[in-house]
């Protein structure tokens, strides 16, 4: 782990005295140096050893936070309507990710992509149904590997997949997850309209007059802070998962977060972009099911205020519970010792595109926020606008903390990136999502894969037949002059070269687009 403390005070040598041996065992390699070489001892370390060298026994914990469906709607990213101080105040000691990409855009393939480090096709988890042991019963998880390797695993919140099977994984954690399924309708809803109400989805947005721990979230993070108080006492290193459920649906915050915020901007766009397949537009379902959102999936302008509105809400809510886990670790002087991960699932659509929710291969569904911090290296917070991916994840967190790097992962350390934000790195992030012939929704891989690349200029898209591997379908955004990505190029004649180079480089695969000594 990296602990860039090399000044130490001198002391004056003490005669026929001699030293006392060590009573801590170094974690990753001890370089011993004469006298003579104190003086080029620092300069060695850091350019020969880098960040996983440590001069103490300490090893670094790790904070896990995982926000559902947060794209990056944050003031740290740009976006000049998200109220989020407490994350922004995280990035100014972090390393931020301005071009993160999930591998599928909906929960549990995105999820488990970055805790096992494997893309879809290798785990065979396309849906939400599925559990990544029925086709990798072997998989290391990244706390598993963790836990391997000495620390207290513990998950609190939705960290896999929120519901049935695949929302369990035993062999990750050294405790018992808590608040890892909740379906109860009285930690997701408030008011007394909604909890008279049935099923799992009643309204699709609540404002109430509750404390923060009305809601699961708030639940979530009063635990989490208790784990924190228990962990200060212990010596053994911990990885503490936190999973937060907002800004998923529906939209539920304590008021004054809606208070905040008086007018939010309408969508960009609301239409389907020109010459889009039906195939890369078609609806997910997730919002109509809503009772307050017709089945057509229509909606008024207030209607679309009102969601956009409360989504932020959201996002403010959890940036304050977010917020309360920092401050706790300051308070516990956990800090200093403390990797923080913070990251959404996938993206989000507020109606821009005419789309809803996520479960596409567009832009604002498949890019992320993903923020890292590490004591001692990204302590002047930087950014970098390299291309990564959530398969990256698993290998960066291991080198960070000097673990054996896991076998068989299909992502890279992001640890030369952090080093060097500037440096050449990935030619492309590979994303895909499936669709079925008909209807909302898929079963395993569906009956078309639409594959996608996002290179630093373009978003190309290949929708194949699962069964022949014809292509059915492409798409070609061109984010220089369509940063929206509302117009589809790939019929155009001139476009025909681009195309081309393009289809090569999603045939290469993940692996022909990484960068060179990484």
Not at 159 to 187: M, Q
Not at 271 to 297: F, H
């Amino acid at each position: 782990c990296y602990q860039d403390r090399f000044q130490r005070p001198r002391q004056k040598p003490v005669a026929n005295v001699r030293p006392k041996p060590p009573t801590h065992r170094p974690r990753a390699c001890q370089v011993i140096f004469s006298s003579s070489m104190r003086f080029f001892a620092p300069l060695f370390i850091l350019t020969f050893l880098g960040p996983i060298f440590s001069l103490t026994a300490k090893p670094l914990n790790v904070l896990f936070i995982s926000i559902d469906d947060l794209r990056p709607a944050l003031g740290c990213y740009g976006d000049k309507t998200a109220l989020t101080p407490n994350i922004d105040q995280l990035a100014k000691r972090s390393i931020l990710f301005n071009r993160a990409y999930c591998q599928q855009a909906v929960c549990c393939p995105s999820r488990l992509s970055l805790l096992t480090g494997l893309r879809p096709d290798t785990i065979k988890v396309w849906d939400l149904a599925t559990h990544f042991r029925e086709a990798k019963p072997q998989a290391i998880t990244l706390p598993q590997h963790f836990k391997n390797h000495g620390y207290h695993t513990r998950s609190i919140g939705k960290i896999f997949h929120g519901g049935g099977k695949p929302s369990k994984d035993p062999p990750s954690w050294s405790a018992p997850p808590l608040h890892d399924f909740v379906r109860e309708p009285t930690v997701r809803y408030a008011t007394q309209k909604n909890l008279k109400g049935k099923g799992l989805k009643r309204a699709s947005t609540e404002s109430a007059q509750v404390p923060d721990n009305r809601y699961i979230d708030g639940m979530v993070c009063e635990d989490a802070l208790k784990a924190l108080d228990q962990y200060a006492t212990k010596q053994k290193p911990f990885f503490l998962a936190v999973g937060f459920r907002k800004p998923h649906l529906p939209f539920n915050a304590p008021k004054k977060y809606w208070d905040l915020y008086k007018k939010i901007p309408a969508p960009a766009s609301q239409k389907y972009p020109k010459g889009a397949p039906e195939l890369a537009v078609r609806s997910w379902g997730e919002l109509e099911g809503y009772t307050d959102i017709p089945k057509n999936g229509q909606l008024t302008g207030t209607q679309v205020q009102k969601l956009r509105h409360g989504y932020y809400a959201c996002v403010s809510y959890v940036d304050a519970l977010t917020g309360r886990l920092l401050k706790k670790l300051d308070q516990l002087k956990l800090t200093e010792n403390t990797v923080v991960l913070l990251w959404g699932d996938h993206g989000f659509h507020l109606g821009e595109q005419g789309l809803w929710t996520k479960a596409n291969n567009y832009e604002l569904s498949t890019r992320v926020p993903l923020i890292l911090s590490i004591p001692s290296l990204t302590t002047q917070g930087t950014q970098t606008d390299a291309l990564v991916e959530f398969v990256d994840v698993y290998p960066t967190l291991a080198k960070i903390c000097g673990l054996k790097e896991p076998d068989g992962v299909e992502g890279i350390s992001l640890m030369p990136l952090i080093k060097n934000p500037k440096r050449p790195w990935k030619k492309a992030a590979f994303s895909q999502y499936p669709r079925s012939t008909s209807g909302n929704r898929h079963r395993k891989q569906g009956d078309f894969m639409g594959y996608a690349i996002r290179t630093d200029r373009y978003r190309y898209v290949e929708w194949r037949n699962v069964k022949t591997q014809s292509v059915q379908a492409r798409e070609l955004y061109d984010h220089q002059v369509d940063p929206h990505e509302m117009k589809n190029l790939a019929e155009l004649a001139n476009q025909s070269a681009k195309l081309k180079e393009l289809q090569l480089l999603l045939k290469g695969g993940w692996q022909k687009a990484l960068p060179a000594n990484h």
